[in-house]
């Protein structure tokens, strides 16, 4: 007969009720979430970890809502939250959790979480080999191109500066579209782009120890969010693009040099101040990308970048929320994302984007743009008016630098896939 450890929560805004039954030699978990208030969940998320870290025997853990908690939102901040603690003990020594009495679709977030966080908690990714893992994962209603940026020829499709931030790589830098088998006319149409570095020394501008060198094969965390926030969305009343330049940024004798110039496929040049600065210049080929190829209307449309982009962003919001920017027809979508947020859990603050910001990085005499300014410590702002300027045609743009908020003591959290998840549904 197996016994259990049950962790009770009973209404803890009100009473702060937390109780451990049965004795310590039990080989399962069983939580019981109800009349929860939502403003207390990280207390008691704390708690929970404090009790299943001292025990090495862990068998199963059952999470079993209350049915008074009806709310997805609720149940996906509590699953959210919770993927946080179990995924540091899953892999060591329990191997099956079990959602009772909640929809599929939590089940099917917590699963996702689990599989954003094991291939962006896997060390030793190479471009190549993250690409067969997006390739694997494509849900069947949707198709993709493929392109090998270092074998292109004769096109004008040649993702230059991705190029350029793989330049100093062994491995072939990738650009991957995604879209729907069946693209339905007149619809609302999101082009997703997500960083892909799979690894991100800084290249000749090395990043050291303090920087934390040995984080960066997880500077591809965007794409693997937009990759599960595909997999959870079922409906096909939305045209969902996604579009990911998949590169290392190395650094060796092919290597990019600080002060390269590079000509983009929309024709801007761009001068390479720092190559550490490389996302915003993959994100840029993206971009072009878009506009160049696909055609998109801008009046039904939205392109939104999520990236793990700027080191700076955590002077502004240190681990509570991320940065979001935006330009003038972005902004309603932006406003959008912040309220979920707050309701989520998964907070995001915002600076506006003035054009003064851009003429700080248009001051250079040798070709339109540079990728950064460091006279100034604010470069989350100024990566995002550098990418703001490819932007044309009126097309609504958001920009979510998420390096804040994505990891923690050396661990992939789970922040930005209910987020999307929950905007997306919004949009459909």
């Keep these: 007969m197996i016994n259990y450890i049950t962790i009770k929560i009973i209404n803890i805004h009100n009473h702060n009720k937390f109780e451990l039954l049965n004795d310590t030699n039990n080989l399962n978990i069983i939580i019981n979430i109800y009349n929860l208030n939502n403003y207390k969940i990280f207390s008691w998320i704390q708690k929970i970890n404090n009790i299943i870290s001292i025990y090495n025997n862990i068998k199963t853990i059952y999470i079993i809502f209350d049915e008074n908690i009806k709310t997805e939102l609720i149940h996906n901040k509590i699953l959210t939250k919770l993927n946080d603690v179990l995924y540091k003990y899953e892999i060591d020594f329990f191997n099956y959790i079990k959602i009772i009495n909640t929809g599929d679709i939590s089940v099917n977030l917590m699963y996702e979480l689990f599989l954003y966080k094991d291939i962006t908690m896997k060390p030793n990714k190479t471009p190549k080999t993250y690409v067969e893992y997006i390739l694997s994962r494509i849900p069947k209603k949707y198709q993709y191109k493929i392109f090998d940026i270092n074998k292109i020829t004769n096109s004008n499709l040649t993702f230059p500066l991705t190029k350029a931030v793989g330049a100093g790589s062994m491995h072939d830098s990738y650009f991957i579209h995604i879209f729907p088998q069946n693209q339905l006319e007149n619809k609302f149409t999101i082009y997703l782009i997500g960083k892909s570095v799979t690894f991100d020394s800084?290249?000749?501008?090395?990043?050291?120890?303090?920087s934390n060198i040995h984080d960066m094969n997880k500077d591809m965390i965007g794409s693997g969010i937009l990759i599960s926030v595909l997999n959870l969305i079922e409906s096909t009343n939305i045209n969902i693009h996604i579009l990911l330049p998949v590169v290392e940024n190395s650094i060796g004798s092919t290597a990019s040099i600080p002060g390269s110039?590079?000509?983009?496929?929309?024709?801007?040049?761009?001068?390479?101040?720092n190559t550490d600065a490389e996302?915003?210049?993959?994100?840029?080929?993206?971009?072009?990308?878009?506009?160049?190829?696909?055609?998109?209307?801008?009046?039904?449309?939205?392109i939104l970048d999520i990236a793990t982009l700027t080191g700076n962003v955590e002077t502004i919001t240190t681990y509570?929320?991320?940065?979001?920017?935006?330009?003038?027809?972005?902004?309603?979508?932006?406003?959008?994302?912040?309220?979920?947020?707050?309701?989520?859990?998964?907070?995001?603050?915002t600076i506006k984007l003035r054009k003064d910001y851009l003429d700080l990085l248009t001051c250079t005499h040798v070709a339109d743009i540079k990728n950064i300014n460091t006279s100034f410590s604010c470069d989350c702002i100024l990566a995002?008016?550098?990418?703001?300027?490819?932007?044309?045609?009126?097309?609504?743009?958001?920009?979510?630098?998420?390096?804040?908020?994505?990891?923690?003591?050396?661990?992939?959290?789970?922040?930005?896939?209910n987020l999307l998840y929950q905007f997306i549904k919004i949009l459909i």
């Design 261 to 273: 110039i590079v000509k983009s496929m929309s024709g801007k040049t761009v001068e390479i101040i």
């Design 384 to 417: 995002g008016a550098f990418m703001n300027y490819f932007i044309y045609h009126k097309i609504p743009w958001v920009h979510l630098d998420i390096a804040s908020v994505s990891v923690k003591d050396g661990c992939v959290l789970s922040y930005g896939v």
């Design 279 to 302: 996302g915003r210049l993959c994100i840029v080929d993206a971009l072009d990308y878009i506009q160049l190829e696909l055609a998109p209307k801008y009046d039904n449309c939205l």
């Design 202 to 210: 800084g290249g000749y501008n090395l990043k050291s120890e303090r």
């Design 320 to 349: 509570v929320s991320s940065i979001g920017l935006n330009n003038k027809r972005g902004k309603k979508y932006l406003n959008l994302l912040i309220k979920i947020g707050e309701h989520i859990g998964e907070y995001i603050d």
